[in-house]
């Protein structure tokens, strides 16, 4: 039985999302989901809870006292990428890049050692885990081990607790570890995201609990966006705006409600790795002995 839960946050701005990019229209607001990280932080903070916030480090490019609200509120601070870009359709060059300077650029402008990563939309790249470690990340949480859903992703993993990421890509360096999102047991569909959206906050909830039975810590996700009240842009899908802004606060608020520990997603990590070495990354250094904190900002 598992008592933790990880609420990971993809954190970019409404305007950074596909939905947005391939739309005919505009919008002449900026900044659209900020609200959202401010509204995390409180309501966190009100449950005695903690996050993983996987950032594109554009955001802390533009915005960096948000970024390091997060970072000064206690949550993890992960890299989502620098501009939200998909990976496989980028040049390798252009892959490691990508990587490695939101990693650069996130660790300057929090303080914080930057250890986890998730790539934009879960789509990985042939290159991926080679240049994360390259990089010198630890883990990787991009896989959801979800039946296919057309259009989207799913149907490639069956992935459901931290292990290496060589159980992903047998070429993947040792060392790197692999933390998937979860889905639900039998219906194999994502517990957040979307699909909370779709089917309302018990759908998760009881996901959440049937991974707890099995000894599985169920790691969530969602998007500021999502959370705050989304103008209206030509050509965004209608699906994008269903059930954000106040529906979808209240959603969070009720999963934190619930009776799990929230906690960062590397400290998942840390404790496979601190209870069976080998089988999560193959190595028995912790992530942990990395610095949280930088000597020099």
């Known amino acids: 039985m598992s008592d933790r839960a990880v609420l990971s946050i993809d954190f970019e701005l409404f305007s950074q999302t596909p939905a947005y990019r391939s739309a005919s229209g505009e919008m002449a607001e900026t900044g659209v989901g900020l609200a959202g990280g401010e509204f995390l932080r409180e309501t966190l903070r009100d449950h005695d809870a903690t996050a993983t916030c996987f950032v594109v480090s554009e955001v802390a490019e533009d915005y960096p006292d948000a970024v390091t609200a997060l970072a000064?509120?206690?949550?993890?601070?992960?890299?989502?990428?620098?501009?939200?870009?998909?990976?496989?359709?980028?040049?390798?060059?252009?892959?490691?890049?990508?990587?490695?300077?939101?990693?650069?650029?996130?660790?300057?402008?929090?303080?914080?050692?930057?250890?986890?990563?998730?790539?934009p939309s879960f789509d990985?790249?042939?290159?991926?885990?080679?240049?994360?470690?390259?990089?010198?990340?630890?883990?990787?949480?991009?896989?959801?081990?979800?039946?296919?859903?057309?259009?989207?992703?799913?149907?490639?993993?069956?992935?459901?607790?931290?292990?290496?990421?060589?159980?992903?890509?047998?070429?993947?360096?040792?060392?790197?570890?692999?933390?998937?999102?979860?889905?639900?047991?039998?219906?194999?569909?994502?517990?957040?995201?979307?699909?909370?959206?779709?089917?309302?906050?018990?759908?998760?909830?009881?996901?959440?609990?049937?991974?707890?039975?099995?000894?599985?810590t169920p790691v969530l996700y969602v998007h500021p966006w999502e959370l705050v009240d989304l103008p209206a842009v030509e050509g965004v899908p209608s699906r994008v705006y269903y059930h954000t802004g106040d529906w979808m606060r209240r959603a969070i608020a009720r999963i934190l409600e619930q009776d799990f520990t929230f906690t960062t997603a590397r400290s998942v990590v840390e404790h496979s790795i601190a209870t069976d070495p080998a089988g999560a990354t193959g190595t028995a250094v912790s992530v942990g002995e990395t610095e949280n904190r930088l000597e020099e900002r």
């Open 72 to 119: 000064d509120a206690g949550f993890e601070i992960g890299s989502h990428t620098h501009s939200h870009r998909h990976l496989s359709e980028l040049s390798p060059a252009d892959c490691r890049e990508e990587i490695g300077r939101s990693k650069a650029i996130l660790e300057r402008v929090t303080g914080e050692s930057v250890t986890g990563f998730r790539a």
């Open 124 to 216: 990985i790249a042939p290159t991926q885990f080679d240049a994360l470690s390259e990089a010198g990340y630890r883990y990787d949480s991009s896989v959801v081990p979800s039946r296919t859903i057309p259009g989207w992703y799913g149907g490639e993993f069956d992935l459901h607790r931290p292990a290496p990421a060589s159980e992903v890509d047998p070429d993947a360096p040792a060392g790197l570890a692999e933390l998937p999102v979860s889905v639900m047991p039998g219906l194999r569909l994502p517990l957040t995201g979307t699909w909370i959206r779709f089917f309302g906050p018990r759908y998760t909830i009881l996901g959440m609990r049937l991974l707890a039975r099995r000894g599985i």
